[in-house]
């Protein structure tokens, strides 16, 4: 089975996604990770992010495992992480090269210790557009900006990082431009996708509309 989560940063779709994994035993794919990947390996050797040729040769040499040791590095989940992988996503050169490697996971999906999965959850911006149109299950998570800013500033407190509620503010209505204008894959809701607003909902709420709905699947 294959179940696609999309919608803007902070929405809320990387808890809903791990829920689903662990309560389903599927594999959990965070796509965000492949941009973010990219965007800092520009950054850590120097290229200048405004390149796309230069991110599209980065993007090309990324493997699975790089990602992965990418994802250790502490500006990944950071406000600069977030901005470059934002950057780089623009690039339709740069998600071209991508595309492979996000819908190859979908073949044979692993969880976390290298067993087999009978099923995976994807999480992204263009995941039931793009990746996987096939899906079994399409979700689009969303809420307002104020209560994703609220969430991600939160979340950064939490970790340490400075940041005022109203820079993150701007930074998500700067993300979510680029992420809705862009030209290629922009963030729009698939045709057969079931939109849920979280702006509302607690964390329990959402889970149970989406439990709901993959039963009745
Ligand atoms: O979900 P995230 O914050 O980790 O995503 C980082 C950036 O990558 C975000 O600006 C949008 C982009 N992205 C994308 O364009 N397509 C995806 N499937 C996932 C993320």
Redesign the pocket.
């Known amino acids: 089975m294959i179940i696609t989560i999309?919608g803007p940063?902070?929405a809320g779709?990387?808890t809903l996604a791990k829920e689903i994994s662990s309560t389903y035993g599927f594999a959990y794919f965070?796509?965000?990770?492949?941009?973010?990947a990219v965007g800092l390996e520009m950054f850590l050797s120097g290229k200048d992010i405004s390149s796309e040729q230069e991110a599209e040769k980065v993007a090309q040499n990324l493997s699975f495992q790089k990602m992965m040791s990418l994802s250790k590095h502490p500006e990944f989940?950071g406000p600069l992480g977030?901005k470059n992988?934002?950057i780089v996503?623009?690039y339709p050169k740069v998600?071209a090269a991508l595309l492979k490697m996000?819908q190859d996971f979908a073949l044979s999906p692993v969880l976390a210790d290298g067993s087999k999965a009978s099923g995976v959850v994807?999480?992204?911006?263009?995941?039931g557009t793009i990746?996987c149109p096939n899906a079994d299950i399409k979700l689009f998570i969303t809420a307002s900006p104020e209560v994703r800013a609220e969430r991600r500033y939160k979340e950064f407190q939490s970790r340490g990082i400075n940041q005022s509620y109203e820079e993150v503010l701007k930074e998500i209505k700067a993300?979510d431009e680029?992420?809705m204008t862009?030209s290629s894959?922009p963030?729009k809701p698939a045709p057969d996708a079931i939109i849920i607003d979280t702006s509302n909902l607690s964390i329990e709420e959402v889970q149970k509309k989406v439990n709901k709905i993959i039963a009745e699947h």
């Open positions: 999309d940063a902070s779709k990387g965070d796509t965000g990770m492949v941009y973010r989940r977030g992988a934002s996503s623009a998600r996000q994807y999480d992204g911006r263009d995941t990746v993300r680029r992420d862009r894959a963030l």
